[in-house]
C-alpha cells in the first residue's frame, strides 16, 4: 500500500485569548480555501505521534495569521498543547491551478531539454527573486543553468510527462 502525499497548510504558532482558538502562521497560497469555515484538516505532532482531525468553526486573518476557532475546543488549556503542531490536507484536496501555473513539487524533478531536442538537465529548485521565479536546472556536465520563467525562455511544461522544453536566449548557458 502507497502511502498518500499531504500537503503543508498552516502551523499552528500560538493559542488566541482563552476560549480556545489558534493563531496559525498559513503555508498555503489559498488560505481563503484552506481555512473556511466547516473545513476539515489533519493536525500532526511536531515530532512523531498520531494526528487528529479538526474541523473549522470560524476562522478571521489578523495580521499575516489566521485566527481559527476549532469545534470541541472551548477553552485555552484545551489547545495548549497544539503549539508547534502542523496543519496538513490530503493531495487529492489540492486546488486547481489556471492553465501555465504550476505547483512547485510538479515542477522539481522535470527534465528539461532545448527546442532543438537536446537534453539539459533536471530542474532542481525553483528561485522566487521578483518579478517572475527562477527554475534551477542541475546540467548534465554539473553546472547549474537559471532560467527565467517567461514566455520567451519557457516553451512547453509536460507536467505528466515530467518535461519541461525551453528556447535558450542569448547569453543564458
Given amino acids: 500500500m502507497t502511502e498518500e502525499r499531504l500537503l503543508n497548510i498552516g502551523k499552528v504558532v500560538n493559542t488566541h485569548g482563552i476560549k480556545g482558538e489558534v493563531k496559525v ?16 484538516l489533519l493536525m500532526f505532532p511536531p515530532e512523531s505521534g498520531q494526528p487528529i482531525t479538526i474541523e473549522i468553526v470560524s476562522s478571521r486573518e489578523q495580521k499575516k495569521m489566521f485566527i481559527l476557532k476549532l469545534k470541541g475546543f472551548d477553552n485555552i488549556n484545551q489547545v495548549e498543547k497544539y503549539k508547534g503542531w502542523e496543519l496538513k490536507v490530503s493531495e487529492a484536496e489540492r486546488v486547481e491551478l489556471d492553465e501555465g501555473e504550476y505547483y512547485f513539487r510538479d515542477i522539481i524533478g522535470c527534465a528539461v531539454e532545448t527546442d532543438d531536442g537536446e537534453p539539459l538537465g533536471i530542474i532542481t529548485d525553483i528561485l522566487s527573486p ?22 520567451d525562455v519557457v516553451l512547453d511544461v509536460d507536467i ?8 535558450l536566449m542569448e547569453g543564458l548557458l
Fill in 130 to 151: 521578483g518579478a517572475n521565479d527562477i527554475w534551477v536546472v542541475k546540467l548534465t556536465k554539473g553546472k547549474e543553468l537559471l532560467l527565467p520563467v517567461i514566455d
Fill in 25 to 40: 502562521w498559513p503555508q498555503t497560497d489559498f488560505p481563503e480555501v484552506r481555512f473556511k469555515v466547516g473545513n476539515k
Fill in 160 to 167: 505528466v510527462a515530467r518535461k519541461v522544453q525551453v528556447h
